[in-house]
Structure formats: C-alpha cells, structure tokens
C-alpha cells in the first residue's frame, strides 16, 4: 500500500463559512475522479464525481472542481453544516482496461466545524 | 433498498488464525471491491470481484484472498493473521465507475 501518515491534515472552519478541501493526485491516467465524506465509526459515504473531461461540477451544497494541468482537485461546501464536520478523502479512479478499474485514496482533510 | 450489507460489525482474532468477512452488495451492482483502512489512514485497495473472478489485486500478499458468489456477494479471507492486519475492513459495490461503501468490518487482531 502507499505511505500516508497517522495524523490527517485538520481544516477548521466557522459555521456558515464555505470550506475549501484539497488534493492532489498522482496518476495521469485517472479517468475518474471522487469525494467521499467519512464519518467516525463508518465507511465512506459518495459525496460526488467527476469525469477527466470536465472540470467543474455542481451538485447540493457541493462544488468539486478539476484541474488535470497541475493533478488538482477540490471540493467546496457552502454554507458549512455541523453535520458536515468528517473526514474528506478524494480518490482517484485508474481504469487498465475492459471493466477493470482500481480506486486509490486519497490521505484524507478532517474538517472541524466551529460554532 | 438496502445499501451495501458487511458482516460481522467487529471481529476479534489472534496471530496465526484466519477470518472470513463477508460483503452483500446494494441491489443491481454486479462489481465488489475490498478495502483495508488502518486507523487515521485512507482505504487501501486489496482486490475487485467481477463475475465471479478476481480483476484488479493491490499490494497485498497471497494471504488475502476472496470469493464471489453469482448473487454478487463477496467474501473476503485472511490466513495466518499478522497484528498488522487489524484495520477496518469495507467493501465496496458498483454497476459502473461510481463505489458504494459499506459500513466496514473491524478486525482486531491480538
């Protein structure tokens, strides 16, 4: 597996305000991209994608933007939510052929809401 | 509609023994990956199920193998367990790119 350390990055962010997550991937032939929302004590929940042709998109409160010239992604929320306070991880899809696609993880934002 | 189903919640061994963790797939998904989390990590991909074969096998040794089964469920079996093998197991499901997560089987191995 990839080395990722122990302590995740932490994104504080006051109640109301918009978040901004980060990453960067690493593979030049992902094709796909993902943000999932993870939760203590649960697996990770789909929060949205994005297809390497794109480099934009919307979806409720989310805004995931993609930069294939420097292998940057981003995830906005709006109007962050004490509901939103997990930890943020984007994966990358890298498809070798026919149906077969593995999904590599990112290290992963906790995002800490303050009232 | 149910999501993606893991059994056992959590599960405890020790060093040397072998586990089975079991994965239902949401309805309609045909493809079951298997992740390992170690805690404070992201998921580590260890394989992909689809039609009943093993597609695509991360960095893992050969004492991590797996099963599907033509309803689409998956197992997924580790021999001779190492305390490093402790982590939070998910499965994940798919008809097409997009992942469904489950809600992980934790191993603790002593």
């Known amino acids: 597996g990839e080395s990722v350390g122990l302590h995740l990055p932490t994104l504080s962010v006051q109640e109301g305000d918009n978040s901004i997550i980060n990453c960067a991937y690493s593979n030049s032939a992902s094709d796909y991209f993902i943000w999932y929302k993870q939760e203590s004590g649960k697996g990770p929940q789909f929060i949205i994608d994005?297809?390497?042709?794109?480099d934009k998109r919307q979806g409720q409160r989310v805004t995931v933007l993609l930069n294939k010239t420097v292998k940057h992604l981003s995830l906005q929320i709006a109007a962050t939510q004490p509901g939103d306070s997990a930890v943020y991880f984007c994966?990358?899809?890298?498809?070798?052929?026919?149906?077969?696609?593995?999904?590599?993880f990112g290290k992963g934002t906790r995002l800490h809401i303050l009232p | 509609d149910a999501g993606v189903t893991q059994s056992p919640t959590h599960l405890i061994k020790t060093r040397g023994q072998q586990v089975t963790l079991r994965c239902s797939p949401k309805?309609?998904?045909?493809?079951v990956s298997w992740y390992q989390q170690a805690l404070g990590q992201g998921p580590q991909f260890i394989f992909q199920?689809?039609?009943?074969?093993?597609?695509q096998r991360g960095n893992f040794p050969d004492r991590f193998s797996g099963h599907q089964f033509p309803n689409y469920s998956s197992e997924l079996n580790v021999n001779a367990l190492l305390l490093g093998d402790s982590a939070l197991y998910l499965c994940?499901?798919?008809?097409?790119?997009?992942?469904?997560f489950g809600p992980g089987t934790r191993l603790t191995v002593l």
């Open positions: 994005i297809r390497s042709n794109m």
């Open positions: 994940a499901s798919s008809l097409d790119k997009r992942q469904f």
């Open positions: 199920y689809y039609e009943e074969e093993e597609r």
């Open positions: 994966a990358e899809n890298i498809w070798v052929g026919n149906r077969d696609d593995k999904i590599i």
């Open positions: 309805s309609g998904h045909d493809t």
